[in-house]
């Protein structure tokens, strides 16, 4: 209840959620002592795989016995998800403390709660001066509240697509004004650049950081992965070639953020990370809303013997690689959907193929999301869209036959309301 007053006060200190700029978090971070200044960080920017990038490098470095920080974003149950402090997360109490704190040393002036939240971060971080942060960048990056680090150790650059346009002006919705947004103000180390969605995403994001001294590694130039039929996949790059397991996480795509995950960690001069350690980690990467089955619980009960998987994807990039994952099972999947309401729903719905029914519904507690009902009559390319009011009566309307799966999609929040629900 204490943590939740807090909270309460930090979202109402700025008239806006969100105001892209960098002198508020500048000055209340001067005022905290520049904490940020000393931080060995790996900065994470892009469109998707962000958070499934910073699990793969959180697992292996533990096996390495490193201690790290993380700073993610959005949370999907509760906000303590996104300050994890020497590989834990912190308690309500502790995180408590640590906003009081910040909130007195900001001393009411204006501040967005992300902007806020951000400086707490980098506040509690500076305690821990020997541990790797890993650090999810917010809306674009170039004036995102996590973009005032000094230096860093890596900057990685996952795939880019369209997302977040309602914050560009209408005649720069473009993805090489994201690409520009998301790359042009990377900091010198290490650059390294995820499997994009085509060569022209690659070659823009090539000339946005071509100015940039970092070294660069791109997928596919100086590190790749092939999959094998035999129960393993293959990573390599200029140090060599590793056999790995086929790690737990479900999705083509999560292996090509643990192929960068490890490009990343092995193009750091100061980590000492063995193939051991690589083996070890990515068989125990603990990732949340991504493509997650929920295999117990009140919702998992409702299906019985069918798979129930939970997928916080919400932009057209993300349905497609999400798609390919779902096109790869022999079996009728059905899909419920919910959304907030400045997506692009019937691009994001229409990289769905081969899909044996559709049920909006709407998103508890999201004032910001679209109506189920109004996503219903809005999506124009699936016949025979059914409406229910609530998860729980979407899951109990689908006629569901022997090894058929139901996804619920489209929002982070959803799949956050989902898994508190069930």
Known sequence: MKLQKILNRLQKLHPKE?????????????????????????????TNGKYSTIQVMFSILKEANSKCNIYTSPHIKRINERFIFNNEELSDDDLSILFEEIEEANNNEPITFFEILSAAYFYKASQYPDNINLIEAGLFHRFDATNILKNNLASIVTSIGLDHLDWLPENERTTKKIIFEKTSNLLNSNIIVAKQNSSQIVDEIKNSIAKNSSKKYYFNENYNYSLNENGFFFYEDKNGGIKLPIPKVKGQFQLENISTAIATLRSIDQLEVSEQNIKDGITKIKSIARLQEIDSGKLKELVKNNKLLVDGSHNPLGAKVLNEYLES????????????????????ISHFKNISSLTTIDIPNQPNSIKGKVLKNKINNFDNVKYKESIIDAIKSIPVKENDIILITGSLYLAGEVLNLN
């Not at 209340?28 to 931080?39: E, I, V």
């Not at 079996?331 to 691009?347: A, P, S, T, Y």
């Open 18 to 46: 969100i105001d892209l700029s960098l002198e508020r978090i500048k000055k209340l971070c001067k005022t905290l002592g520049n904490p940020q200044d000393n931080l060995k960080s790996i900065s994470v920017v892009g």
């Open 329 to 348: 099972l022999n079996c009728n999947k059905h899909i419920i959907l919910g959304m907030m309401d400045n997506k692009d729903h019937n691009e994001y």
